[in-house]
């Protein structure tokens, strides 16, 4: 292996980094699984795909630029109040516009509020996040008229997916529509990743002290990839509401943010597939555990993560790249 | 006679009651080799960081060419051509030796910010990483992540990273530190194979390293400049000798 590093040139060299492996495509090609084997569970693989983007969207920042955030949810549910706004009082239902009106509300907020989080570091701006999130929550409780307050927002409508597909009870459209977007966004994700932008993003992860040093304005950086990933969160609040056809307040408060971070850590922050598979453990033992001790689920996922935090510092993914590693070399 | 590649006028600069930097007037002409030597807590590292932005000034300016560069952020100075190295390993020690390099050059072609395309596509900037790793005989090594690199090869990668923004002064502060004895030759050569239209300022210890490389000497003792001059001028100098055999009693 490290003779044929040597001999290849630096341009295939990386080429080869960027390229799919076979394991992603027999991922991909699982994802499909439920509409044959479960179909009974179309609607939790829905609500799985949809925080798997949310978690995706919080791993650019968290997991590449390195910037911890505790108020993610507070872009989900601008996205997710712009979906069905636009549906329950204006009565446009189109679910394809919908989720590009959530990622240009989501968006256009992540960027304002961008320049106070580019700022500051650290705990600062962790709770500079948090802040941002309380502020957004309460805002969306106390405009009861508009949100419909802690009673949730009724009357949205979606229309049928591209005119045709109508949402069924089953949650096969649903399904469909969610995997569908996520997969578009994940290699929009993924493209980003192996981009000189994404490595200007690790650069700034590894050491932002040398970031200035070689020339780059870590602040430029930060701003754009805050704005792109609360633009992808909202789009995943936009298909909550749209398949679900409600909002409610907790789509963008503190526990919702905190979850999304547990996902995240769970499945390996840093690595594109850390947040879906974070998504699908967390949701998969949340649905199981809750069937069993509803009020007490927390605590196993309290355990879990204490374990994962422990052993496993990058997560399930970092665990079994190390062990796929340690067996290899043997 | 043209500008001098770097200088400062009047720079201080004080923490409290401590004074850092007093009234440092200094200037590089293009291509010189400066060495910049002095006890312990002279000021040196904090001159490096005066001048690359990384510290403000309380009064003075810095000047790279004709261009006062006094108010611009580090980054814009690095843009202007004024590069550093650092004495403690400052590094991306998650990227390997070829990513962090084409990340400084893409920063300085300025497609750092593109998000569509593939690094991989970038043949040029990817070429042109791999040959500043070449120069400092780092072709071997540079797809090995730099957290696993052997520490004297951590040490050239500083120095590639700041070749890589294509710097015109280049400030080296303490490239050799750490490093045995016996392989501080090899860095310190690497160094002085650098084209001859950059101008260079390094700090360093070890004064046959110093009177071997520098063509001019700047003695900096208590936050200001004590003396300056050419090696043999800096070599017969009492003063001088005063200062590092400790004999002034500072520290």
């Not at chain 1, 650069?203 to 990933?229: F, K």
């Not at chain 2, 590069?83 to 070829?98: D, E, K, S």
Request: with cysteine; charged share 15%; hydrophobic share 50%.
């Amino acid at each position: 292996m490290a003779l044929a590093e040597n001999t290849m040139t630096p341009q295939r060299y990386l080429q080869r980094l960027s390229r799919w492996r076979p394991i992603e495509i027999a991922f991909w090609l699982a994802t499909l699984l439920p509409f044959v084997l479960l179909p009974n569970y179309l609607s939790l693989a829905s609500q799985i795909a949809i925080a798997a983007l949310f978690a995706l969207s919080l791993d650019l920042i968290l997991g590449y630029a390195g910037i911890v955030s505790l108020g993610h949810a507070a872009f989900f549910g601008v996205g997710a109040y712009t979906a069905g706004l636009l549906s329950a009082k204006l009565g446009w239902g189109e679910p394809l516009t919908g989720l590009l009106a959530a990622a240009v509300v989501a968006g256009a907020v992540g960027y304002a509020t961008s320049f106070i989080i580019a700022r500051f570091r650290h705990l600062a701006r962790i709770m500079l996040t948090l802040g941002f999130g309380l502020l957004l929550a309460e805002l969306a409780n106390s405009a009861g008229w508009l949100t419909g307050g802690v009673d949730g927002l009724q009357g949205i409508h979606t229309w049928p997916l591209l005119g045709v597909f109508k949402f069924d009870l089953y949650g096969y459209v649903a399904y469909a529509y969610s995997l569908a977007v996520l997969f578009i966004l994940f290699l929009g994700a993924r493209r980003l990743i192996n981009s000189p932008f994404g490595l200007a993003l690790r650069g700034i992860r590894e050491n932002a002290v040398r970031m200035p040093a070689i020339g780059a304005s870590s602040r430029v950086h930060l701003q754009m990839i805050y704005t792109i990933a609360a633009a992808i969160a909202g789009i995943a609040g936009a298909l909550l509401a749209e398949t679900t056809e409600t909002v409610s307040l907790d789509s963008l408060g503190f526990e919702r943010s905190a979850e999304i971070v547990v996902m995240l850590v769970l499945g390996g922050a840093g690595r594109l597939y850390g947040g879906l598979i974070g998504a699908i453990l967390f949701m998969v033992a949340r649905d199981q555990f809750s069937g069993i001790q509803p009020q007490y689920w927390y605590f196993w996922i309290g355990i879990l993560l204490i374990i994962v935090v422990i052993f496993l510092p990058n997560g399930m993914l970092g665990g079994a790249a190390k062990i796929y590693e340690r067996w290899r070399k043997r | 006679m043209s500008a001098p590649a770097l200088s400062t006028r009047a720079l201080a600069k004080s923490f409290g009651s401590l004074v850092v930097a007093r009234d440092i007037e200094i200037s590089l002409p293009v291509g010189a080799r400066y060495a910049l030597i002095g006890p312990n807590g002279a000021g040196k590292t904090t001159l490096i960081n005066l001048m690359t932005g990384m510290l403000s000034p309380n009064a003075g300016k810095i000047f790279l060419g004709e261009e006062d560069i006094t108010a611009l952020e580090p980054q814009d100075r690095v843009r202007r051509g004024l590069a550093r190295t650092f004495q403690i390993n400052t590094l991306f020690p998650g990227l390997n030796a070829l990513e962090a390099v084409t990340l400084a050059v893409a920063e300085r072609r300025g497609i750092a910010g593109q998000f569509w395309k593939n690094v991989a596509e970038h043949k040029e900037a990817i070429e042109e990483a791999y040959e500043i790793l070449l120069k400092l005989r780092l072709g071997d090594d540079c797809y090995q992540v730099t957290r696993e690199l052997p520490y004297g090869r951590q040490r050239l990668l500083e120095i590639a990273l700041a070749l890589a923004t294509k710097p015109k002064v280049l400030l080296l502060d303490e490239p050799a530190a750490g490093v045995p004895q016996d392989e501080s030759g090899d860095i310190f050569e690497a160094v002085a194979s650098l084209s001859g239209d950059l101008t260079l300022l390094f700090i360093e210890h070890d004064m046959h390293v110093v009177f071997r490389f520098a063509t001019h000497i700047i003695v900096l003792v208590g936050g200001g400049v004590f003396t300056q001059g050419s090696p043999a001028q800096i070599a017969a100098d009492p003063g001088v000798r005063e200062v590092y055999l400790g004999t002034r009693g500072h520290g």
